[in-house]
């Protein structure tokens, strides 16, 4: 357990951080792929050596999975360009085994590694009453995350401050066991610890990873969700009690059922990334009511496009396929009409910019939120509003590469202005004007643009379009990843994976919609 304040220090605590830093080297920029949701992503993440998991295959055998396992029990260089955040929901599933879980029957050593750790634990403590049960879900909960970020290659961040986190708290776990749970692991040799100090002005948490040391115990654990698959959350992102009401809990049961049999479809499958496994387990999440918002999050929808083409489902090739300018044509089948032509084309205005400004104006529930849209796009297109964002860009860049190799590092004061800049705004454009020539362009939806919670209805809208693509492919056995209204699926499903999300828009809508393959 170690403060890192310098480079040299990090070699110390992390020898491998010579290599990492070499990965990370102006040399290597090419391999580094900046992206909004996370400090950098991996354009191109780790190369296995040819023989390992073989090309295509009929379906995932043991000798095969054995083989992936091995990959990762070898020496190889080690490179961490992104974080995950500690899921509190996910655990270790200590009796059900999958062949994507690299053993289909659980022997009594894997069985006891977790009641070996804990009691390990445990006897260190000096505290004659000791809340056990607690104990065992903390580190089951940290170990299941370790296994996460070690087959995604990412650090786990946790946070040492006092306090329950709610949001996605099933067990109640709070940051002071975390901690502990982390500090004995970390003197015992399971995890690499690298704390950030309280009240530090980057904010930055602390970071985790698992060493060969534990991985080797625990590797044959097969990761999964607990709590609710259908969760509303209020205003603070705090998961909330479903209301007890016939009509609500029937159209959870109804969410809970098609996830759970899409769940059980892609337990038995191997999803990977350039030979890495990730997660495919997810939640639907709707915003205050189960009528608004519930769209499908996993943590593999935050990879950037370019990485998810390269995305394989038992060895095989992916495509994505995506409804196009869905939100648009929804709004459209609301008042009863089909969308004609391509909705981002204003007179006088730059396709890409109208694209933009599109999506937060669908996303605008109320007239005052239109005139603020407004402002920010006014205040976007002038000259210095846009050098000062590039100079802030130019300084959080070099603050991500910092953490990204675990470094500490303060980040840059973002100013209000910039917070709310609107990137591709041509220089001096007129905010009220635009809007105004925008909503002209859409005149028979223009009532809706800017009602009460016309985002999150929207997203309601799609995410049970969604739904009933999940439910019909998995009932014939297709497998799919979604990112919100897109759907990752094997190139040789694609013709009949275009039918489905074809069928259900217009048996939704009763009308027809384009499905195309995103430019990457």
């Not at 654990?221 to 009690?241: A, D, F, H, M, T």
């Not at 275009?498 to 828009?505: A, S």
Request: aromatic share 6%; charged share 25%.
């Amino acid at each position: 357990m170690t403060f890192i304040k310098n480079e040299a220090q990090m070699v110390l605590v992390m020898p491998s951080y010579d290599t990492l830093k070499a990965a990370n080297s102006d040399e290597s920029l090419g391999t580094l792929q900046p992206n909004e949701s996370v400090p950098l992503a991996l354009n191109c993440p780790i190369s296995v050596e040819s023989g390992g998991v073989g090309g295509s295959l009929e379906g995932i055998y043991i000798d095969h999975i054995q083989q992936y396992r091995n990959l990762f029990l070898t020496p190889q260089l080690e490179m961490f360009f992104t974080y995950l955040k500690l899921d509190r929901a996910l655990m270790l599933d200590n009796g059900s085994f999958t062949r994507n879980n690299y053993s289909n029957v659980v022997n009594e050593i894997d069985s006891a590694v977790l009641d070996s750790l804990l009691e390990d634990y445990l006897s260190t403590l000096t505290k004659k009453r000791i809340h056990k049960k607690s104990h065992s879900v903390g580190l089951n909960m940290i170990v299941a995350n370790l296994i996460q970020s070690f087959f995604t290659k990412r650090l786990l961040l946790i946070s040492r401050m006092n306090g329950v986190v709610q949001e996605n708290n099933p067990s109640n776990i709070d940051n002071r066991l975390i901690a502990r749970l982390c500090d004995w692991l970390s003197d015992e040799g399971y995890i690499e610890l690298l704390i950030q100090p309280k009240q530090h002005p980057s904010m930055a948490q602390s970071a985790i990873y698992a060493t060969e040391k534990l991985i080797r115990r625990v590797i044959n654990y097969r990761v999964i969700q607990s709590g609710n698959p259908v969760v509303i959350r209020n205003n603070l992102k705090e998961e909330i009690k479903i209301p007890d009401k016939k009509s609500v809990l029937l159209k959870v049961k109804s969410h809970r059922e098609v996830l759970e049999a899409y769940s059980k479809l892609m337990s038995d499958l191997l999803v990977t990334l350039d030979g890495i496994q990730i997660p495919v387990h997810g939640r639907r999440i709707f915003n205050g009511t189960i009528d608004l918002g519930g769209r499908f999050y996993s943590s593999y929808q935050s990879l950037p496009s370019g990485d998810r083409k390269r995305i394989k489902i038992n060895h095989e090739q992916t495509i994505e396929l995506d409804y196009k300018t869905l939100h648009y044509n929804l709004l459209y089948s609301i008042v009863g009409t089909r969308l004609v032509g391509d909705p981002y084309l204003v007179d006088g205005y730059d396709r890409t910019a109208i694209k933009v400004i599109s999506f937060m104006l669908l996303n605008t529930d109320s007239q005052a939120g239109l005139k603020e849209l407004a402002r920010m796009i006014t205040l976007s297109g002038k000259p210095e509003q846009i050098e000062a964002v590039n100079q802030y860009d130019k300084q959080r860049a070099m603050y991500d590469r910092q953490l990204t190799r675990g470094l500490r590092a303060d980040a840059p004061y973002k100013a209000k202005n910039i917070k709310y800049h609107i990137d591709l705004i041509p220089e001096n454009t007129d905010g009220k004007k635009l809007v105004s020539d925008l909503l002209e362009r859409h005149t028979a939806i223009k009532h809706l643009i800017g009602s009460k919670d016309i985002g999150l209805r929207l997203q309601n809208m799609d995410s049970n379009i969604i739904k009933d693509v999940m439910r019909l492919a998995t009932s014939e056995g297709i497998p799919l990843l979604f990112v919100h209204d897109s759907c990752i699926c094997k190139r040789g499903d694609k013709t009949r994976v275009k039918e489905i999300m074809l069928e259900v828009y217009k048996g939704v809508t009763g009308f027809s919609i384009r499905v195309t393959q995103p430019k990457r």
